[in-house]
């Protein structure tokens, strides 16, 4: 039974109870008035009229009084659903459908940027390839595949400069956030110093959970939602340009800086001979970099739980449930991977009945050698397992 129900009963109740006293007054005074009558009382009789008025003025009181607890009750469940909702938006990690991070629009800018380091990587045309520093590249990334000025492999090309892209960019991403005292906060070091203190807010408060008794669910999943809360601003914000204190905007020195950096790294490796093509294609270096940091660094992070990134190594058993590539079905037990050009993006994948796959790793494949008489299979696929990065 709810407390209106209660109110509502208790309002029938009194009136009832004030109508039976009513209707035993007016009795009453019609007994006495008969035994004045038979008796000659000289006595004065009581002023009952009054007394009916003033127990309709009590009874009309206490409506008044009901209907102001009735409305008081419905401010108090209002505040309460206020403070439930309150509490179970501060509670909830999930992401709502119009997060430009929750999974599917995460989905869309990583295959987004898949496609635009395709472009980047573009050997096509008028475009030289050096042929000696691929073959480095290439046993850099332990493939053992051989090219040469006749056979150069232009898809594999391809793919290991993605690859190289990525990891020049995290490369230099990594030393910008391991060295935050390098980086002044104003104007370009912001990002390294709120991604590191948030780091350090993040364990304190996680260990203040832990360590500090209560039952409260605000606190235990406080960390959760720090992370994510700064790492959504870092990746909606992060890295973009910057306003100095006349309100004019200029590129992000880390971006302007690298921008140089790569396009130079990748020029060892391919020769563009027209100019305005070079231009173009240069030219998209600044945005892959802000893109690929704010991807790798902060929106995997605003997940719950943390999105990893794995490279599949070269010589791995292909798996279609989280590898893609160029390659037919019936033949796929006859491959292996050669090169990732863009890792494996997934949630809790080392535990197969939680796994959640965002976008499997795209893979360069080479045939299978064949395997020696005495070679145990099962044992060789168990020891090409994707590790984690």
Same mark, same amino acid.
């Given at each position: 039974?709810?407390?209106?129900?209660?109110?509502?009963?208790?309002?029938?109740?009194?009136?009832?109870?004030? !109508?039976?006293?009513?209707?035993? $007054?007016?009795?009453?005074?019609?007994?006495?008035?008969?035994?004045?009558?038979?008796?000659?009382?000289?006595?004065?009789?009581?002023?009952?009229?009054?007394?009916?008025?003033?127990? !309709?003025? !009590?009874?009309?009181?206490?409506?008044?009084?009901?209907?102001?607890?009735?409305?008081?009750?419905? /401010?108090?469940?209002?505040?309460?659903?206020?403070?439930?909702?309150?509490?179970?938006?501060?509670?909830?990690?999930?992401?709502?459908?119009?997060? /430009?991070?929750?999974?599917?629009?995460?989905?869309?800018?990583?295959?987004?940027?898949?496609?635009?380091?395709?472009?980047?990587?573009? @050997?096509?045309?008028?475009?030289?390839?050096?042929?000696? *520093?691929?073959? /480095?590249?290439?046993?850099?990334?332990?493939?053992?595949?051989?090219?040469?000025?006749?056979?150069?492999?232009?898809?594999?090309? *391809?793919?290991?400069?993605?690859?190289?892209?990525?990891?020049?960019?995290?490369?230099?991403?990594?030393?910008?956030?391991?060295?935050?005292?390098?980086?002044?906060?104003?104007?370009?070091?912001?990002?390294?110093?709120?991604?590191?203190?948030?780091?350090?807010?993040?364990?304190?408060?996680?260990?203040?959970?832990?360590?500090?008794?209560?039952?409260?669910? $605000?606190?235990?999943?406080?960390? !959760?939602?720090?992370?994510?809360?700064?790492?959504?601003?870092?990746?909606?914000?992060?890295?973009?340009?910057?306003?100095?204190?006349?309100?004019?905007?200029?590129?992000?020195?880390?971006?302007?800086?690298?921008?140089?950096?790569?396009?130079?790294?990748?020029?060892?490796?391919?020769? @563009?001979?027209?100019?305005?093509?070079?231009?173009?294609?240069?030219?998209?270096?600044?945005? @892959?970099?802000?893109?690929?940091?704010?991807?790798?660094?902060?929106?995997?992070?605003?997940?719950?739980?943390?999105?990893?990134?794995?490279?599949?190594?070269?010589?791995?058993?292909?798996?279609?449930?989280?590898?893609?590539?160029?390659?037919?079905?019936?033949?796929?037990?006859?491959?292996?991977?050669?090169?990732?050009?863009?890792?494996?993006?997934?949630?809790?994948?080392?535990?197969?009945?939680?796994?959640?796959?965002?976008?499997?790793?795209?893979?360069?494949?080479?045939?299978?050698?064949?395997?020696?008489?005495?070679?145990?299979?099962?044992?060789?696929?168990?020891?090409? @397992?994707?590790?984690?990065?």
């Amino acid at each position: 039974m709810t407390d209106n129900n209660v109110i509502t009963d208790s309002s029938e109740e009194i009136q009832d109870g004030q !109508i039976q006293h009513l209707q035993a $007054s007016n009795s009453k005074i019609n007994n006495n008035d008969n035994g004045t009558n038979n008796t000659n009382n000289t006595n004065a009789s009581p002023d009952y009229e009054k007394m009916y008025e003033d127990l !309709i003025k !009590i009874l009309k009181d206490k409506e008044k009084e009901i209907e102001e607890l009735k409305q008081k009750n419905i /401010e108090l469940n209002n505040e309460a659903s206020k403070y439930q909702y309150a509490l179970g938006a501060a509670t909830d990690t999930r992401l709502s459908d119009n997060d /430009e991070n929750n999974p599917i629009n995460l989905k869309k800018d990583i295959l987004s940027l898949q496609d635009s380091l395709k472009d980047y990587t573009v @050997i096509k045309g008028k475009i030289d390839i050096n042929t000696s *520093k691929i073959q /480095e590249l290439l046993k850099k990334y332990k493939s053992n595949t051989i090219i040469t000025e006749k056979d150069q492999n232009k898809p594999l090309v *391809k793919a290991v400069l993605q690859r190289h892209v990525i990891e020049q960019i995290c490369e230099s991403a990594k030393e910008y956030f391991d060295n935050p005292d390098k980086y002044q906060k104003q104007p370009y070091g912001m990002e390294t110093h709120l991604f590191n203190k948030t780091k350090e807010i993040v364990e304190l408060t996680s260990n203040f959970a832990k360590r500090r008794s209560g039952i409260d669910e $605000s606190t235990k999943v406080l960390p !959760i939602k720090l992370r994510q809360q700064v790492c959504a601003a870092l990746g909606n914000r992060g890295f973009n340009d910057m306003i100095d204190n006349k309100k004019k905007l200029f590129t992000h020195n880390f971006v302007s800086g690298y921008q140089n950096i790569l396009n130079n790294e990748i020029s060892n490796y391919r020769k @563009i001979s027209d100019s305005e093509k070079k231009k173009e294609i240069e030219g998209m270096a600044a945005d @892959i970099i802000k893109r690929t940091v704010t991807l790798f660094w902060f929106r995997l992070r605003v997940q719950q739980p943390v999105v990893e990134y794995i490279w599949p190594k070269s010589d791995d058993i292909i798996d279609p449930s989280y590898m893609e590539g160029k390659w037919e079905n019936d033949g796929i037990d006859n491959l292996i991977v050669d090169i990732c050009s863009f890792p494996l993006i997934a949630q809790e994948f080392s535990n197969e009945s939680k796994r959640q796959i965002y976008t499997k790793a795209i893979i360069f494949q080479k045939p299978k050698p064949e395997q020696p008489p005495l070679q145990d299979d099962s044992q060789s696929a168990q020891s090409n @397992i994707c590790s984690s990065v």
